[in-house]
């Protein structure tokens, strides 16, 4: 299982209509979680944490799911601005106490593509 | 402005020839990191910095060193470049390791062809 997962998309989404995905992990002693949106050919930039109990920023709501090992994303009343690729990002212990960045793993992505 | 500048932002080369692109950050943060970019491969490590004169092998450090000598810069040195390495690179920092509190930020990326 690859440690963390995301369907590539691409998803094709009308305009106003609301877009949901997941990422699964596979490390159990994942620590944080986060979603980033990049761009075509732009830098990632990030989205949102992913908080245990679940926080929302506008139209967009995170979840996180520890007993299934899974991070959703949603996008409500979607806008033709959230065309973009979306990164799941999972943050494991590393060797530095406190986590460390060398356990950071980045997904693969989600294509979404709004039409209007 | 508080930014990740990385430079070249293109940059086209021939096998074997020496390069370095630039990475520095105003920010005063304590890790820095480099990743490439592969379509179908995500975004993949190659080296990290937690400190000044502290690096660390990432995923795929192989034909790559860094170095960090100074808190701001994290130059990225290629010193015999191939055509597996043609690709798109990050540069990325954050205040200190990564957490809810520390994002990481990145630059706006290098276009690297070797032919």
């Known amino acids: 299982r690859k440690e963390v997962e995301q369907d590539p998309g691409p998803f094709n989404v009308p305009e106003g209509a609301t877009v949901a995905f997941n990422c699964t992990y596979s490390n159990s002693a994942s620590q944080s979680f986060f979603w980033y949106r990049q761009d075509c050919r732009k830098e990632p930039k990030l989205l949102m944490s992913?908080?245990?109990s679940g926080n929302e920023d506008g139209r967009f709501t995170a979840q996180l799911n520890r007993a299934s090992q899974y991070i959703s994303l949603l996008i409500r009343d979607s806008k033709l601005s959230d065309s973009a690729t979306y990164l799941c990002?999972?943050?494991?212990?590393?060797?530095?106490?406190?986590?460390?960045?060398?356990?950071?793993?980045f997904g693969k992505g989600t294509h979404l593509i709004i039409q209007p | 402005e508080a930014q990740v500048t990385q430079n070249p932002r293109y940059l086209i080369t021939v096998t074997g020839k020496k390069l370095t692109v630039t990475c520095s950050q105003n920010m005063n943060h304590e890790y820095m990191s480099w990743y490439r970019q592969d379509p179908g491969l995500g975004l993949r490590q190659i080296y990290y910095?937690?400190?000044?004169?502290?690096?660390d092998k990432g995923d795929v450090p192989e034909g790559y060193k860094v170095s960090r000598k100074e808190k701001r810069n994290f130059p990225l040195i290629l010193e015999s470049p191939s055509p597996n390495q043609t690709s798109l690179y990050f540069c990325a920092s954050s205040r200190s390791g990564y957490s809810y509190d520390s994002p990481l930020h990145f630059g706006n990326g290098t276009r690297l062809t070797v032919t």
């Open positions: 910095s937690m400190n000044v004169e502290v690096t």
């Open positions: 992913v908080y245990s």
């Open positions: 990002v999972v943050n494991t212990k590393g060797r530095y106490s406190g986590g460390g960045a060398d356990g950071l793993t």
